[in-house]
């Protein structure tokens, strides 16, 4: 299983909804990634979770919250969400993070969920 | 200040021939890169990558060729196919420092069409 998998694929929600975004992995990744992407833009990193720790949050809005259960799955918890967050949301993972063993780093993308706030 | 920099948003290339993508960068701490293609609405998918002890990686039509000195990265596509039609990311990452030192920096993309 060389997958990453995202739910939902797309969503709309209102400024007052509560949603989540979820993300899964089987294949052992010790590190995962949420990014967020605009169209005809790169991937912008929000959160990196290394063995389960948060271990990088790039100055995000508590408006998005991040959460790993466990090795094999990451969550993204919406509320309050502005029009301006419509964005692909995109889970990645890789075998591990941050070591420098840069071959091992290489990231693994879901097909990422397309969220609409209106 | 963009330290990965795709200076061409887009490039046409006919079919059965070769397409060539260049990335630049600035941080001579850079010592991996790694080349990513991406369809509409879909994550990126890893494409192929190079250290910077190599200035060569090849993987079956698709090569990268590193020029340190220049600081210039460029990905050969031949021959170029429709389905080769996405936009290519160049990334890069410093193996030094600790934590957002070693995060994966992104340039802008290069959609490319391949014509039939």
């Known amino acids: 299983d060389t997958e990453v998998t995202q739910t939902p694929k797309h969503l709309v929600m209102g400024m007052t909804n509560k949603k989540s975004l979820k993300c899964e992995q089987h294949?052992?990744?010790?590190?995962m990634y949420w990014y967020k992407q605009k169209a005809k833009k790169p991937p912008e990193l929000m959160f990196v979770?290394?063995?389960?720790?948060?271990?990088i949050n790039e100055s995000v809005p508590s408006r998005f919250s991040p959460e790993c259960p466990n090795s094999s799955l990451l969550n993204l918890h919406l509320h309050a969400l502005q029009p301006e967050d419509s964005a692909l949301y995109l889970c990645a993972s890789s075998l591990i993070a941050g070591t420098g063993a840069s071959a091992n780093e290489k990231l693994f993308f879901g097909s990422g969920t397309q969220l609409s706030v209106l | 200040d963009q330290q990965v920099k795709q200076n061409s948003p887009s490039l046409s290339v006919q079919e059965g021939r070769i397409s060539i993508l260049n990335c630049d960068y600035t941080?001579?701490?850079?010592?991996?890169f790694l080349w990513y293609k991406k369809y509409p609405a879909e994550g990126p998918t890893f494409l192929i990558s190079?250290?910077?002890i190599k200035d060569k990686n090849e993987d079956g039509r698709f090569t990268v060729f590193l020029n340190k000195s220049a600081k210039h990265l460029s990905l050969h596509i031949v021959p170029s196919q429709p389905g080769d039609s996405a936009v290519y990311f160049c990334a890069a990452r410093s193996s030094w420092g600790a934590g957002n030192n070693r995060k994966l920096i992104w340039g802008l993309g290069t959609s490319l069409a391949v014509n039939p």
């Open positions: 294949m052992g990744h010790r590190a």
């Open positions: 190079i250290s910077s």
């Open positions: 941080n001579s701490m850079f010592d991996y």
């Open positions: 979770y290394s063995y389960e720790k948060l271990s």
